[in-house]
Nanobody, 126 residues
Framework: QVQLLESGGGLVQAGGSLRLSCAAS????????MGWFRQAPGKEREFVAA????????YYADSVKGRFTISRDNAKNTVYLQMDSLKPEDTAVYYC???????????????????WGQGTQVTVSS
């Protein structure tokens, strides 16, 4: 059973930066991509970014494009989300997830992910 552990959340002022990490308990064998999702109070979970293990191809939601950067370290089984120019509307619990799907067209869909972390809180004050 693959376990994903997020870290790096916290409180930051608007315009600041945070870097989230997602460490897998073992090589996510059989999974093709990792994604970050977020859920704010009273709102539905939304896609943030995704990355393929094999070639590092990246995918972003329009709301974070140009501000957030997803990356991975295959040797460490770890995925990162660098968040810059943070806004109060970025406040949410951030989750990482792993999917066995290979087609990038589904990477923004939460239900295709097979493993999820417990989440880490990100709060951006105005």
């Amino acid at each position: 059973q693959v376990q994903l552990l997020e870290s790096g959340g916290g409180l930051v002022q608007a315009g600041g930066s945070l870097r989230l990490s997602c460490a897998a308990s073992e090589r996510t064998f059989g999974t093709n991509a990792m994604g970050w999702f977020r859920q704010a109070p009273g709102k539905e979970r939304e896609f943030v970014a995704a990355i393929r293990w094999i070639d590092g191809s990246t995918y972003y939601a329009d709301s974070v494009k140009g501000r957030f950067t997803i990356s991975r370290d295959n040797a460490k089984n770890t995925v990162y989300l660098q968040m810059d120019s943070l806004k109060p509307e970025d406040t949410a619990v951030y989750y990482c997830a792993a999917t066995k799907r290979s087609w990038s067209g589904v990477f923004a869909t939460g239900r295709v992910y097979d493993y999820w972390g417990q989440g880490t809180q990100v709060t951006v004050s105005s």
